[in-house]
């Protein structure tokens, strides 16, 4: 079966537009995360979907961010007003119900603020 | 708040020979987990550790749990050039949440 897929893979943008990042995860999986990769460091949680409620939004860093779930499947990452800042590898996971299930990650989107 | 780092962040090593990464974590951490990272690809899921004592082995990599000491050690036996990767460990908080470790990025020479 497909794993979690990203688009883009990467985006490169100028400091002060809007993107989006676009998350499939694996079918039946309830579950979603978005973490953040700078380089050289460990994955910073974001934000975590049960379904289609955002079940923990503690790790998003400010108002620019913003994420949606509508359907309970695909999920998108907001980001306003980009900043140099932002630049990071923004990886998706998703896993069976959440809580103790192992998270299967995607390959992530590189992202680029010039 | 859980807080995860390991050691070294960093290791260059000869194929053949062993060596263990090490993670320490803050509190109280219900399971450990190893995933594997190659350059420019995501995270692979190693190992799931659960109790205290636990110990899992795949091919030439051993992992192991010590919920005492708080310590988890990744052990590499007779290293190959394939395992040349970023492998990162990480605690699980009260909220469920991931809490990552910086990563030890291994290079092996043939």
């Known amino acids: 079966g497909a794993g979690v897929s990203q688009t883009p893979s990467n985006k490169v943008t100028e400091k002060g537009k809007y993107v989006e990042l676009r998350c499939d995860p694996i079918s039946g999986h309830t579950a979603l995360y978005w973490y953040r990769q700078s380089l050289g460091q460990g994955p910073e949680f974001l934000i975590y979907?049960?379904?289609?409620?955002?079940?923990?939004d503690s790790g998003l860093p400010n108002d620019r961010f913003f994420a949606v779930r509508p359907e309970g499947s695909v999920s998108t990452l907001k980001i306003q007003r980009t900043e140099r800042g932002d630049s990071a590898v923004y990886l998706c996971?998703?896993?069976?119900?959440?809580?103790?299930?192992?998270?299967?990650f995607g390959p992530g989107t590189r992202l680029t603020v010039l | 708040e859980l807080k995860v780092e390991q050691n070294p962040l960093f290791l260059s090593m000869q194929e053949g020979k062993n060596y263990t990464i090490y993670c320490n974590y803050s509190t109280t951490s219900d399971r450990l987990y190893w995933y594997r990272q190659d350059p420019g690809k995501s995270l692979e899921s190693l190992f799931v550790l659960l109790s205290n004592g636990a110990v899992k082995q795949e091919g030439r990599l051993m992992a192991s749990l010590d919920t005492k000491a708080r310590l988890s050690t990744l052990h590499i036996t007779a290293a190959v050039h394939d395992l040349s990767a970023t492998y990162f460990c990480a605690g699980m908080d009260s909220n469920y949440q991931l809490i990552w470790g910086a990563g030890t990025k291994l290079i092996i020479k043939p």
């Open positions: 979907f049960q379904g289609t409620g955002a079940a923990d």
């Open positions: 996971a998703s896993s069976l119900s959440g809580s103790y299930n192992e998270q299967f």
